[in-house]
């Protein structure tokens, strides 16, 4: 696309001039192979989506059939799942519990990042070392200390009580955000600074507003990671009423004589639906927030 000065008449404009460039051959080949790789890669990745929404519509117990989407199509299993089952409690606890530790976690690594990107104090160095090796060891090798913690202290089969357990893993997001708030211009506090503005001020009025793409990504990564969690909470929640989806979903396949596999696909499906509805809504924003951490983080 170019601007260009076209008379008409007495007067002169500037208008677009969109033109398309000529592909040379081998640009062309090389066009089309790369569509035809990214379309065979969407339709791997949607092969296992649609087996499961076949699965959920089939009549009887079965999970695989003769074809992805069966004959005779139905929609008892959703309507078992929603009437014979406590789903909608499922969806509720792990919506209360996705939330509220997205929430926290967001305010402490928030407030984490500003302190370690702007501000100096003595530790901050070994604070940020300290937070790289914590992400060498994965999550589940903490669970009998937690669940130690938790019994003493008498906690177990707390849903709240877990969302602050949950809530303390933002070691990688603080890097995350810290990276990201690095490459914004210093010049911004330091006028600030001269007006007499304070730290949270500038943190509030001009850091947060300027760092809303990657806050996004982190609160949605956040909600997805604690949505689908599962080994921390099968430890700790215990009674059917605290049961996250991730726990209500194995009770429809945990007897290897009575699984039902059609039910649990319908479950699934629903269960999906507030992880795409808030991708849909968040989407604006996630891809600036992603594109800004692959350049700037």
């Known amino acids: 696309m170019e601007y ?24 062309k080949v090389s066009l089309w192979i790369s569509r035809l790789i990214i379309w ?6 949607m092969f296992p989506v ?22 005779h199509m139905t929609f ?21 519990l996705s939330v509220g530790v997205a929430i926290i976690q967001l305010f402490l690594t928030a407030t984490s990042a500003y302190a370690f990107s702007r501000m100096k104090f003595a530790g901050r160095k070994n604070g940020l070392k300290t937070l790289l090796i914590l992400q060498m060891f994965p999550t589940f090798m903490a669970l009998p ?45 330091e006028a600030a600074l001269v007006d007499g503005a304070t730290h949270w001020q500038i943190f509030t009025k001009i850091i947060l507003p300027l760092a809303t793409p990657m806050l996004v990504v982190i609160f949605l990564f956040s909600f997805m990671g604690v ?40 479950a699934s499906v629903m269960a999906s639906l507030p992880l795409v509805i808030l991708f849909m809504v968040l989407q604006r924003y996630l891809q600036a927030g992603l594109a800004a951490g692959a350049v700037k983080g």
């Open 76 to 96: 008892q299993n959703y309507k078992d799942v929603l009437v014979k089952t406590n789903f909608l409690l499922w969806v509720k606890n792990s919506m209360i």
């Open 50 to 71: 649609a087996w499961v929404v076949g699965a959920s519509m089939a009549p009887g117990d079965a999970f695989f059939s003769g074809s992805i989407f069966p004959q």
């Open 145 to 189: 200390a937690i669940f130690g913690i938790m019994a003493k202290l008498n906690l177990l089969d707390n849903l709240y009580a877990l969302m602050l357990v949950m809530a303390g893993s933002s070691a990688f997001s603080i890097w995350l955000l810290k990276g990201y708030i690095d490459s914004l211009p210093k010049e911004l506090d």
């Open 40 to 45: 065979a890669v969407i339709a791997i990745m």
């Open 4 to 27: 260009a000065s076209v008379k008409i008449g007495d007067k002169k404009t500037t208008k677009k001039i969109y033109y398309r460039e000529k592909l040379k051959p081998h640009e």
């Open 227 to 266: 949505y689908s969690e599962f080994i921390l909470s099968s430890a700790v929640l215990k009674s059917p009423e605290n049961y996250t989806i991730a726990l209500g979903l194995q009770r429809f396949i945990q007897n290897q004589f009575s699984a039902h596999w059609t039910q649990f696909a319908a």
